[in-house]
């Protein structure tokens, strides 16, 4: 193997690897090293070689490299599963909704399957007729989307997913349909619908309306008739005040989707994946991974600098682990199978943004990081996109390719129907020791909540060392630190620690939207990307937020109002109990 040694990892990873990751005896005593664990992985995810004639001991070998070296990480299921009984690697599914009872408990079923196996899922309700609605079987009323959101909600929180981690769910409602009121509200009451976020799929035409103050048609999906009129900014002041109250419902716009849509001859895409980021088809899956920023920097003249070369080299190794993830993947339903077979579909992103960003001395809100942002993602976009074209050259094209966008003289021939998501990497980040996918810092000082309601207190170890390199330590500055979450009001910290050293709660929502925007203009998937406010934010900030993100052409958005769930991943001391959803 080319890496030699022992694993790096964090206190914190090596925790994270044992109680979720690690292969278990019946006692739940872990039976594997994280050496074992990446080894494993890279020899089962090279096994797909042999399908086109090369060789999986090369193949592993440098899937291994740069797995145990932390330079890239699948998404969780593939860590988890690979090399297992279980054998279902992809994170995001999609499944449809259908207007009937056999429909709507095929796809319950599918989601309890997936969510065993630890995936998660997203669904469109849009085409369930509304509430009071005529049953032609029973001549009695229907009882709408929400009702039968619930039953899904139910039945996720009953399946532990194999006892790795809670299930998590997308709900989009399409801004025409009747019951769109009902579903903005539909999470008002804390504790309701716990294991799904929720999204209104909204459109160009909605969002004109809005603008304009306009009213705008609901449509009966059951006869695609209007059934009445409303006014577009009502409704949009209806989103944004439950997004300002709870966080949710987010806004996914459905058109700027769509026209990325590299398959529409095969269908609209309707939902995304639970967090966001990746738009599918129904049927389809996706699996993801994501790129270490904070290993890709090295010294030069003693300042730091990305190492362009060796980005490029984790990026090609990365798209080829994971296409070979779709042959090596087991699914949990024929039509799945087809489909993601049909496009292979993968979603490579990036972690540790942030970490580089201090580590550079960039200020997170400036408009220098976004210029990075924009330089990065563009260089990491074209080498996954020449990666995917090297391996269409010798295993083929995606086998939809003829009914895709692609299909024209001259265009590209890609191995798989679209390639960039940045993704949450919740857990993986954990485990690799970076920042959150292109997340800014959380804080300096603050609890992390684990599956098991686990409380693992975190400080930021790049703040401390440049506290102690520079003489401003002390414990009293760290207890002050976690009490407020943030540097900037704390006298004693010189200022040019204060520029650098930036948390989410430091940056105005505005450049939280920005810097979504730098990502996505480079992005064929989407990007999930939290936009926060402080508690003391008014209404209208959230107002902003979301008509500036449909704007700069974002394809979605979620907002978070400190403290308005009973339940978020990461806390400061003094905040509510948390569990972590990846």
């Not at 989009?172 to 804390?190: A, C, G, R, T, Y």
Request: one cysteine or more.
């Amino acid at each position: 193997m080319g890496y030699k040694g022992k694993v790096k990892l964090s206190p914190t990873a090596l925790l994270v690897l044992k109680r979720r990751y690690l292969k278990k005896d019946f006692a739940g005593n872990p039976i594997e090293t994280p050496e074992e664990l990446f080894l494993r992985v890279a020899r089962n995810v090279a096994q797909p070689e042999a399908l086109y004639g090369e060789d999986p001991e090369k193949a592993e070998e440098a899937f291994f490299e740069i797995l145990a070296g932390l330079e890239f990480l699948p998404n969780t299921p593939a860590l988890m599963n690979a090399g297992r009984d279980l054998q279902q690697l992809a994170a995001c599914y999609v499944l449809p909704v259908e207007d009937s009872i056999e429909g709507i408990f095929e796809s319950v079923k599918l989601a309890a399957i997936v969510h065993q196996s630890g995936g998660g899922t997203g669904f469109s309700f849009s085409r369930l007729r509304p509430r009071n609605d005529i049953v032609s079987s029973s001549g009695g009323p229907a009882s709408g989307p929400v009702s039968f959101i619930r039953i899904f909600n139910e039945s996720t929180e009953v399946i532990n997913q194999g006892g790795f981690r809670r299930g998590a769910n997308m709900a989009i409602l399409h801004i025409q349909h009747p019951d769109i009121l009902e579903f903005v509200h539909s999470k008002s009451k804390q504790g309701v619908l716990t294991n799904f976020n929720i999204s209104v799929g909204t459109t160009d035409a909605f969002m004109k309306a809005v603008e304009n103050d306009e009213e705008y048609e609901l449509i009966n999906p059951r006869t695609g008739r209007p059934v009445r009129r409303l006014r577009a900014r009502e409704v949009f002041n209806e989103i944004v005040e439950e997004a300002w109250k709870t966080g949710e419902p987010g806004m996914i716009f459905l058109d700027a989707i769509n026209r990325a849509n590299p398959t529409p001859e095969l269908g609209m895409i309707e939902s995304t994946n639970p967090c966001g980021e990746q738009p599918l088809l129904p049927y389809e899956s996706c699996v993801l991974g994501s790129v270490n920023l904070n290993k890709m920097l090295i010294e030069e003249d003693g300042k730091p600098r990305i190492n362009w070369q060796r980005l490029a080299e984790v990026v090609r190794r990365a798209v080829h682990f994971l296409d070979n993830v779709i042959d090596a993947n087991r699914y949990p339903a024929p039509p799945i199978e087809a489909l993601t077979k049909g496009n292979r579909r993968i979603g490579l992103g990036l972690m540790g943004f942030a970490d580089i960003l201090i580590k550079m001395g960039i200020r997170y809100n400036s408009e220098e990081a976004l210029k990075l942002a924009e330089e990065i993602m563009s260089f990491f976009s074209n080498e996954v996109n020449q990666a995917s074209i090297e391996l269409a050259k010798t295993r083929g094209v995606f086998p939809n390719f003829s009914r895709s966008i692609y299909n024209r003289l001259g265009g590209p021939r890609y191995r798989n129907v679209s390639r960039t998501t940045i993704a949450p990497t919740g857990s993986i980040s954990i485990i690799a020791n970076c920042s959150s996918g292109i997340e800014p810092i959380f804080a300096f000082v603050f609890t992390r909540h684990i599956l098991d309601n686990t409380r693992i207190p975190q400080v930021y170890e790049p703040f401390v060392e440049v506290a102690k390199k520079m003489g401003f330590y002390s414990e009293e500055l760290m207890e002050r630190v976690s009490r407020e979450g943030s540097i900037q009001n704390i006298p004693g910290v010189p200022e040019e620690i204060k520029r650098v050293f930036v948390t989410a709660r430091d940056i105005p929502a505005e450049w939280h939207v920005r810097m979504q925007a730098a990502f996505q203009k480079y992005t064929d998937n989407a990007v999930s990307k939290t936009i926060n406010f402080s508690v003391n934010a008014p209404r209208e900030e959230v107002e902003r937020a979301y008509l500036l993100a449909y704007k700069l052409g974002c394809k979605g958005i979620t907002v978070y109002r400190d403290t308005t769930r009973i339940s978020q991943a990461l806390a400061l001391e003094c905040e509510c109990e948390v569990s972590v959803v990846d």
